[in-house]
């Protein structure tokens, strides 16, 4: 069941422009001030334990609602009032915030609590994202549809840009309470921002709880088999089907370097805090750029060496920033700009290849096989990190994962049906 647009804002006018607008504001801020509080968090953790398992447990706890959940999140969605949805989200995610207050002000803030209150905001943030990416369209005209979707990019890109580099000031200024406070009234004003919009999302009808469990079970049942029949679609094209895994593999080694790599700079690098942000700012940078020239040039021709090339890129940057000495800090800088510079070499010529060369009738089904998969991935390559980055530490692990990788790009190029898919 999806959502029908919204009759209060005409798509012919520019009645809807006003609306949108108070509502990707709150978006901005409470991104901002999430990405503030994300880098805190990550900080208090790294400097507090020194360990790469503490660091790899806590982004376990934030992945795993998006794992378990976000197949279903839709539905979920579909069953409510979206406006009413997106600001029961940005309270409860408030709330969750709000209690690490005490634990912050009292000095005592353990690693425990900090994945508890990540996996809370996760469970609202995986009913947040669907609900706000459902109610664009219901607001704005169709034909601005595919704009609206780049200027939301670049908003949520630079607004995380942004946060890291205004945590850099806050986090060693007046601590992590003072980050607290900042998201707890950015959820705030996102919901007062929602709230005032003028939107008047439809209100779906109502259903017994018996219902409820019926349409909860069609769900999974509708879930599985799209999974199958996406499954089926993808193996009668070979090379699909291997970049799938081929992807698979390399988002179970990405997600330990996706954790670790704030320990990294601090701990291994030796850097502050600022330093950690410049690092994830100039890796920001790098996606930025990268997909930038991929918009205005389309990319190189040959996609499947593309998606190898961009492996091969990220495991080479990982490799050498786990055996530069470790007074070389700029030139990991430079290896994280090459690590974000690789991301959009593969996932946007993946993406035009399954949009090229899958059936229409198959592509959701296909695309919601695509990110079960790589949703699964993540989970599975931290509890991985999580066993044994502590033992071999944090350069030892980028240059393993790094060596991996590469390793991973030969074999991939290696696959026939791969090397001509052009």
């Not at 919204?6 to 801020?29: C, D, K, M, T, Y």
């Not at 803030?109 to 609202?124: C, E, T």
């Not at 090379?239 to 593999?249: N, P, R, T």
């Not at 700012?281 to 930038?292: M, P």
Request: net charge neutral; charged share 10%; with cysteine.
């Amino acid at each position: 069941m999806s959502q029908p647009r919204s009759e209060a804002v005409p798509a012919s006018s520019n009645a809807w422009r006003r609306p949108l607008a108070f509502v990707w504001i709150g978006e901005f801020i409470s991104v901002l001030t999430s990405s503030i509080l994300q880098m805190g968090l990550i900080w208090h953790v790294t400097l507090t334990t020194n360990s790469a398992g503490a660091l790899s447990f806590v982004s376990l706890a934030a992945f795993l609602p998006m794992a378990l959940l976000g197949a279903f999140a839709g539905t979920i969605v579909d069953r409510m009032s979206i406006k009413r949805l997106l600001i029961g989200a940005d309270l409860f995610i408030a709330v969750v915030s709000f209690t690490l207050v005490f634990g912050s002000l009292n000095g005592d803030l353990s690693v425990a609590a900090v994945a508890v209150v990540a996996f809370a905001r996760a469970l609202g943030s995986t009913l947040h994202q669907p609900a706000f990416n459902a109610l664009t369209p219901m607001i704005a005209p169709p034909e601005v549809l595919g704009k609206l979707a780049g200027i939301l990019q670049f908003m949520q890109s630079g607004s995380f840009i942004i946060g890291n580099a205004i945590a850099a000031v806050i986090y060693p200024a007046f601590g992590l309470t003072a980050m607290i406070a900042l998201d707890v009234a950015g959820a705030v004003l996102a919901s007062v921002a929602v709230a005032l919009s003028g939107v008047k999302t439809p209100v779906p009808e109502r259903h017994t709880p018996e219902e409820n469990v019926e349409t909860s079970r069609l769900a999974v049942r509708t879930f599985l088999s799209d999974t199958a029949e996406g499954y089926r679609e993808l193996k009668r094209h070979d090379a699909l089907f291997a970049m799938l895994w081929s992807g698979f593999v390399f988002s179970v080694l990405f997600s330990p370097i996706s954790a670790l790599f704030p320990l990294m700079t601090l701990d291994h690098f030796g850097g502050t805090t600022v330093d950690s942000a410049l690092a994830e700012i100039v890796f920001s940078v790098g996606i930025i750029v990268a997909s930038g020239w991929i918009g205005a040039t389309g990319g190189l021709k040959n996609r499947g060496f593309s998606c190898v090339l961009a492996i091969v890129l990220f495991g080479a940057a990982t490799l050498l920033s786990g055996l530069v000495p470790v007074a070389a800090l700029p030139l990991f800088f430079l290896l994280a700009f090459v690590m974000g510079f690789s991301s959009p070499l593969y996932g946007a010529p993946m993406m035009a290849l399954m949009q090229e060369r899958i059936e229409p009738s198959c592509m959701g089904r296909v695309f919601g096989l695509y990110g079960a998969v790589n949703g699964w991935a993540m989970p599975l390559g931290l509890i991985i990190s999580a066993l044994f980055a502590d033992v071999i530490g944090v350069g030892s692990c980028f240059t393993l994962v790094g060596a991996a990788m590469v390793v991973l790009a030969g074999i991939t190029w290696a696959i026939p049906s791969i090397r001509k898919i052009g």
